[in-house]
């Protein structure tokens, strides 16, 4: 295989399982090449990357060490996406009263789910997430690709608990979206006490859900290291959580004049 | 930016987005390079994923043609997948009771989600589906990942008509798994009369939400080209869908001696 031809391999390798610690080794026994040629192979691959700003590849040495890739986006390209979401939200035919809009298009949108991952990815990526935690519907798309991104697995509160789940453990909370006091559920099987948590949830308004989920996680010890929301709604101004990251900002939708304020996080990074 | 370089970013362009089209243009811009470098180029990524597995470019020419990326998954890789699946599935910590196993870990994890994607994208990718469909909620991930690898949007049918989903369809069906009447529905805006739709779900038993998933969507005139299944049960023998395709047959789940009986289905492709 010629240079041009492992670079290649090496780069489609690596970002098609970000966070994940490939050995040089790896690559060496892959094309049969020697070591000190992956290592230059890496080194274009690296620089290739961050020249279109694609992402970053990571080498760590030592025993343990290994060649890895870590998602990026630009602040440049952030924005526009974040402008590109606006665009979409502001349509008026989304308004469905009582504030809510209709974002289901948006939130299932699997190349939407994977830019605004990689957002995620990028603010999240040291803060050392273990698991990355979800509460059924919305926002399991962008969750199952922020975990993606961060290479862990994926734990998705369920609003019921079922059969399929196994054991248990059940809260109620007080939902402010829907006015009244919900039951979130989780398997006993899906935590591991101790470990550190990321949240991702398609929407916020009072906080009342990502509490929640806090709350009946935090029942096993798990430690929420931060929370990602794609909109969060500008009212109430007083949340339940105060330490949230936000993709998007909701502020008034008026059902008469059919505006809807959204607005981007520019202080997202 | 020198010929390797190049022939990586492409790759990491194309591979990032699979299944959507490039002009040779777009690249000749993004590089300052000349049509006849970027045709060489291409020639070099084309053999360079085709010599690992990695999936496949192609080009079409003419005045609608470009250049996309095509993911692949061979038998030998596919077969590996299905077994390391049945390996996990054979754990009799897995049984909960009522022939029910355990399986939210694995429908929840990116990474088998994205592999399994690979393999309903290879299966599927000339069926023209426009749409990927799924039912709440443990199929959600590997439909996410199978929308992205085909470059469609996603419908996902919700068991309860939200408000956030504005007017609903709903219909019941009787499900075998819960030997109940249930309840599914789908927005309206989610909907486009006329076009094709892949089916993707996590488990079948008899059918039931298959058939459901089916009904709903016909009453839309929307046509089903195929059904992707993780495991389905061999039993019953005869379900209410005839044209599936699974990538594991579960049979046997035996709580006295614990012992799952689950297999690959070897002819998938």
Do not use: W
């Not at 989304?94 to 939407?112: A, K, P, W």
């Not at 609003?159 to 039951?183: A, C, H, M, P, W």
């Amino acid at each position: 295989m010629k240079r041009a031809e492992r670079v290649a391999a090496i780069i489609k390798i690596l970002s098609e399982t970000p966070n994940k610690s490939y050995s040089l080794n790896y690559f060496c026994k892959l094309f049969g090449a020697a070591k000190s040629s992956i290592s230059e192979d890496l080194q274009t691959a690296r620089q290739t990357l961050q020249s279109v700003n694609l992402g970053i590849i990571q080498t760590t040495s030592g025993a343990g060490g290994g060649v890895k890739y870590i998602p990026y986006i630009s602040d440049q390209d952030c924005a526009l996406l974040q402008e590109e979401l606006c665009e979409k939200l502001r349509d008026s035919s989304r308004i469905l009263g009582g504030g809510f809009l209709y974002t289901s298009d948006i939130m299932f949108d699997s190349n939407v789910a994977r830019q605004v991952a990689t957002v995620f990815a990028r603010k999240f990526q040291d803060y050392k997430a273990e698991y990355v935690a979800t509460i059924e519907t919305k926002g399991i798309p962008i969750a199952t690709m922020t975990a993606h991104m961060l290479n862990v697995p994926m734990i998705v509160i369920r609003r019921e608990s079922k059969i399929s789940e196994g054991s248990t453990l059940s809260i109620n909370y007080f939902s402010g979206s829907s006015d009244r006091v919900q039951k979130m559920s989780v398997s006993k099987r899906a935590v591991v006490p101790g470990s550190k948590v990321l949240i991702i949830d398609d929407f916020m308004r009072a906080g009342g859900s990502v509490k929640g989920i806090k709350d009946i996680l935090g029942e096993f010890d798990m430690e929420i290291v931060g929370t990602g929301i794609v909109i969060a709604s500008t009212e109430p101004d007083k949340k339940k959580i105060q330490d949230y990251c936000t993709l998007l900002y909701l502020g008034k939708v008026d059902e008469n004049t059919k505006e809807i304020e959204v607005y981007s996080n520019c202080q997202i990074f």
